[in-house]
T-cell receptor
């Protein structure tokens, strides 16, 4: 089945220790997104890649970086995690065409805990 | 400025009855609307969507209604089942903003057996 996969599902890191979350997709979608979701809140978009073009949201902290080495994979790097970065991190994909109306498909998420 | 609002944080319904989840928006540029369902510790699952050129879209037990003049949409689930218990997010996008999704805060639906 075509899908969005996130590994690991749960990640524990120490305060200030860099951590990388990964996302892969078999949908062959050209757009990949990273969201942060804290409990009981709406997902917050951090950035997205449209093919190789990186699009950062204006309020995304510099502590968050992303890489997309190929169509299938996208990584979220948190350079120096703080306690406030503990959250669910969601990867999503969509296909962007000329129509402009995209449906985003989400992975299961990675729950990050910062000690 | 919260452009998409789900004013009911929770809704409780009896199994077999209709669940109606509501969503209001303020941005008249929104032209595509989606509903997602989210179970605890999982990512949102796409349920159903509607384009602004339509006022109704149906998929099995799920129907979404769009009232553009009122800037209001609703999700109807009939009949409701205990497995429908989850948080439901309304989301909207506009072609003019790169199809970026704006989410509501979610409504926790509980379907009681």
């Amino acid at each position: 089945d075509a899908m969005v996969i996130q590994n690991p599902r749960y990640q524990v890191t120490q305060f200030g220790k860099p951590v990388t979350l990964s996302c892969s997709q078999t949908l062959n979608h050209n757009v990949m997104y990273w969201y942060q979701q804290k409990s009981s809140q709406a997902p917050k978009l951090l950035f997205h890649y449209y093919d190789k073009d990186f699009n950062n949201e204006a309020d995304t902290p510099d502590n968050f970086q992303s890489r997309r080495p190929n169509t299938s994979f996208c990584f979220l790097d948190i350079r120096s995690p703080g306690l406030g970065d503990a959250a669910m991190y969601l990867c999503a994909t969509s296909i962007r065409g000329r129509g402009g109306q995209e449906t985003q498909y989400f992975g299961p998420g990675t729950r990050l805990l910062v000690l | 400025d919260q452009q998409v609002k789900q004013n009911s944080p929770s809704l409780s319904v009896q199994e077999g009855r209709i669940s109606i989840l509501n969503c209001d928006y303020t941005n008249s540029m929104f032209d595509y609307f989606l509903w997602y369902k989210k179970y605890p510790a999982e990512g949102p699952t796409f349920l159903i969507s509607i384009s602004s050129i339509k006022d109704k879209n149906e998929d099995g037990r799920f129907t979404v209604f769009l009232n553009k003049s009122a800037k209001h949409l609703s999700l109807h689930i009939v009949p409701s089942q205990p497995g429908d218990s989850a948080v439901y997010f309304c989301a909207a996008s506009a072609r003019t903003s790169g199809s970026r999704l704006t989410f509501g805060e979610g409504t926790q639906l509980t379907v009681n057996p």
